[in-house]
């Protein structure tokens, strides 16, 4: 489709299509449109599945912090970079039901619980599981991030109750290996076909400020936006630069505010019936960035201090935003 015809035309998913055939090309065309288009068609789309002024609140607690033997070079956790954190074991099961049960109280309907893994293992696995188990019998839907899985561990998750299984790509093929050399972009594709063919909601997205080039950033929302099942739930994150990793030690210039929020309404074009999440980063945005890129699409969050090792607005600030912009919890 020329960049004409994507300013001219309706909405391209406005109704039940979903696409499994774009090209960067494509994308690169609708990042291109004037920012009032681009936001018109996102919004458009985002009105033929949802309900605009509906927000999805998750939580998300570390059960196991740092050590991690992968390299990514944005991370607090891994055991490569010298980051001060303070290396913790597996959280007891009761610390993690307590948690959840007061993510609840402040509003959030789903839980999701980060390890440090390449890939979950023995006794800890075990362990997680009846995490898992607890966290849903308090009505939650559950979510967890625990690196790498087989066919077999995916299984047993969804036995366990697990709704989502977050694993995310973090950037287009042609980035990763810059990013990433602990872990291969088709170990990551693996593990997302794994979690669909065990029943389980896919959750994968990316971060955008890692040095990618706008293509790049195409390049990751057309390989989500191609899986066979498109993801359910699509966190898109901002780079926070923590002191002591590759990328902060970098100093990797920060993306420009309307160029984060182009992410956001082209993963909605692109993604019309998965949830968007505005995810990692949102503690540094202004009230009128968040609520633009509410406007573009985005109808998730993370609520909660804390977001693994990073902060996070606070639940307070976050019912003040929500009740300006009249946003109400799904």
């Not at 160029?259 to 945005?285: C, H, N, Q, T, W």
Request: charge should be negative.
């Amino acid at each position: 489709m020329t960049l004409q015809a994507l300013q001219t035309a309706p909405a391209t998913t406005g109704g039940d299509t979903v696409r499994h055939d774009w090209t960067v090309e494509e994308v690169e065309a609708l990042f291109a449109l004037p920012f009032n288009d681009l936001l018109f068609q996102a919004q458009t789309v985002h009105r033929a599945h949802f309900d605009p002024n509906r927000i999805q609140i998750s939580s998300l607690l570390s059960i196991k912090t740092g050590a991690c033997p992968e390299d990514c070079t944005y991370c607090a956790q891994s055991a490569h970079h010298n980051t001060d954190l303070e290396r913790e074991k597996l959280l007891a099961v009761e610390e993690v039901i307590a948690a959840a049960a007061k993510a609840k109280a402040d509003g959030a309907s789903r839980f999701c619980m980060g390890a440090a893994w390449r890939g979950p293992h023995g006794d800890d696995f075990a362990v997680a599981l009846t995490m898992i188990e607890g966290v849903k019998a308090l009505g939650l839907e559950t979510c967890a991030s625990f690196g790498v899985l087989s066919r077999e561990q995916a299984r047993q998750l969804k036995e366990a109750g697990l709704d989502y299984y977050n694993h995310n790509i973090d950037t287009s093929p042609e980035h990763y290996k810059e990013i990433v050399t602990t872990r291969t972009f088709e170990d990551r594709l693996e593990t997302l076909e794994h979690v669909h063919d065990a029943g389980l909601h896919v959750c994968s997205g990316g971060i955008v400020g890692l040095g990618e080039s706008q293509t790049d950033r195409a390049s990751m929302l057309v390989t989500l936006a191609n899986l066979p099942h498109q993801p359910d739930s699509v966190p898109i994150n901002l780079l926070i630069p923590i002191p002591g990793t590759p990328l902060a030690e970098a100093a990797v210039e920060r993306p420009d505010p309307f160029d984060f929020i182009r992410v956001i309404a082209v993963a909605r074009v692109m993604m019309p019936k998965s949830y968007v999440r505005l995810s990692a980063g949102r503690e540094g945005m202004s009230a009128e960035m968040q609520a633009l890129c509410f406007f573009a699409g985005a109808n998730s969050v993370f609520c909660g201090y804390k977001l693994l090792t990073a902060k996070n607005a606070s639940p307070g600030q976050d019912r003040g935003l929500f009740d300006r912009l009249g946003l109400k919890p799904m």
